[in-house]
């Protein structure tokens, strides 16, 4: 499945394996029809979920996925592993062609976004977009005012020559927080307490910009995402 806009005329040779003149003889027939209307230019774009007919038959139509898993301690966040349960085993073989859109260490726990489509996942993991994620934190040591200043102005990481972006850092107890990132880079929040030498024991991921997980769902199961496209 391409993820990418395509020329009509061109995506139609390919499929079909007729050439460019017998592919403008269709158009020009009004034998072709992307999302249920009548194309006569083959310079239209088709996307990834449009769909095509040519002649009275589908060609293609996709319909975007979007879910949300509870993700257990443990699970990996991957679609193949030769060690571990994957969380594409926790779903039914009919969500066999997901990704992942941001993932979770092996042992943390929470939020987990599944898709088809690819813009969507993109607008979740690049930075660009700056969407907030919600994290709630233990860890063995307690949080001072230091930590969360730190977090809010950004850590230096020497090895890889980088700040981290501005983090929200809020004490809900001796030793657990809630913590906002705007930026995921790698085991960035252990990384963040590690700087200040405070081990982090557990992460539980509960938001994703909009997407909240919902108190009834349990461990390993899984969800419909109801409102997907309100980034």
């Known amino acids: 499945?391409?993820?990418?806009a395509a020329r009509l005329d061109k995506f139609?040779?390919?499929e079909l394996g007729y050439k460019k003149r017998q592919v403008q003889l269709l158009l020009a027939r009004g034998l072709v029809t992307l999302d249920d209307v009548?194309?006569?230019q083959g310079d239209q774009l088709i996307g990834q979920f449009s769909k095509l007919e040519v002649e009275g038959r589908l060609l293609r139509h996709h319909t975007p996925i979007y879910l949300m898993l509870h993700k257990p301690a443990g699970i990996v966040s991957a679609t193949v592993d030769d060690k571990h349960t994957?969380?594409?085993d926790l779903l039914p073989s009919k969500y066999c062609g997901l990704h992942i859109a941001g993932r979770l260490d092996l042992q943390s726990t929470g939020l987990l976004l599944l898709t088809n489509?690819?813009?969507w996942s993109r607008?979740?993991?690049q930075p660009d977009t700056k969407l907030p994620k919600h994290y709630t934190v233990t860890v063995g040591n307690p949080i001072t005012q230091e930590q969360v200043d730190g977090f809010a102005e950004g850590i230096y990481f020497?090895?890889?020559g980088l700040t981290t972006a501005p983090a929200q850092l809020s004490i809900t107890a001796d030793k657990s927080a809630h913590v906002i990132l705007n930026q995921g880079r790698y085991h960035q929040i252990k990384r963040m307490f590690g700087h200040y030498s405070n081990p982090v024991l557990s992460i539980h991921r509960t938001q994703v910009g909009h997407i909240k997980l919902p108190a009834d769902l349990a461990p390993g199961d899984y969800r419909v995402v109801s409102d997907p496209l309100h980034f």
């Not at 499945?1 to 990418?4: A, Q």
């Open 1 to 4: 499945m391409v993820s990418y």
């Open 12 to 14: 139609i040779s390919q």
């Open 38 to 40: 009548i194309c006569y």
């Open 86 to 88: 994957t969380v594409l």
């Open 117 to 119: 489509d690819g813009q």
């Open 123 to 125: 607008k979740i993991t």
């Open 158 to 160: 020497a090895f890889e």
